[in-house]
């Protein structure tokens, strides 16, 4: 398996442009995840999706931040308008969760600059 | 105070060297979680323990629930092993929600 795919690896844009991340789950998976880490904050949850569902989105910061999940292999975490203090690297990672025991996989991230 | 503690914050050693880094956590969990970060930025899932200890090549991860204490070694440790490493515990009761350390960030000199 590939992994988990991110794209874009790196996107600079200016502030109040709109950005769209995007990330395909390792085949198989039923939960989701993006993060958001900074120096400041360290690795924020952003976004849980189980089965497709958004289950928890209480780390979502605002509403400028929305994501989507529209079937099982692709998901996407969009800023509109984008600030500079959104620059960050976003990574989603993928699980199957059933129980307890799982692990996650992380993809590679993007690093968002926002001027 | 953090839920979930790290040190050091900073670890440089000379190759070779037997590496610990400790965790600790303050709140009932269902599972620890050590995970390496390099610095290239991409981050890598190590172990995953609910209790004793495990073994993956030259690293050693142990846990002990009562003491709510983690431990990750590294034996003969390399250059390669430069990198961030992350404890994050699953609360008790939740399926996915992690609350994260710091990380710590280890240099191994040649």
């Known amino acids: 398996d590939a992994g988990v795919i991110q794209s874009p690896r790196h996107e600079v844009t200016e502030m109040g442009q709109e950005v769209t991340l995007r990330c395909k789950p390792i085949?198989?998976?039923?939960?989701l995840f993006w993060y958001r880490q900074t120096m400041m904050r360290g690795l924020e949850l952003l976004i849980y999706?189980?089965?497709?569902?958004?289950?928890?989105d209480s780390g979502m910061p605002e509403d400028r931040f929305s994501a989507k999940m529209p079937n099982a292999s692709f998901s996407t975490l969009k800023i509109q308008p984008s600030e500079p203090r959104d620059s960050a690297v976003y990574f989603c990672?993928?699980?199957?969760?059933?129980?307890?025991?799982?692990?996650?996989?992380f993809g590679p991230g993007t690093r968002l600059t926002v001027t | 105070k953090n839920e979930v503690e790290q040190s050091p914050q900073n670890l440089t050693a000379q190759e070779g060297e037997f590496i610990t880094i400790n965790c600790s956590y303050s709140?009932?969990?269902?599972?620890l979680h050590w995970l390496q970060q390099h610095p290239g930025g991409g981050i890598v899932s190590l172990f995953m323990?609910?209790?004793?200890?495990k073994k993956h090549g030259r690293l050693i991860a142990t846990i002990n629930i009562q003491e709510k204490h983690s431990s990750l070694h590294i034996t003969a440790s390399h250059p390669r092993d430069s990198a961030v490493y992350i404890c994050?515990?699953?609360?008790?009761?939740?399926?996915?929600?992690?609350?994260w350390g710091a990380g710590t960030k280890l240099i191994i000199k040649p």
């Open positions: 990672a993928s699980s199957f969760v059933a129980g307890i025991d799982y692990e996650q996989y």
């Open positions: 085949s198989g998976h039923n939960s």
């Open positions: 999706f189980n089965n497709n569902v958004p289950i928890d």
């Open positions: 709140v009932g969990i269902s599972a």
């Open positions: 323990l609910s209790s004793g200890k």
């Open positions: 994050a515990v699953r609360r008790a009761g939740s399926n996915y929600q992690l609350i």
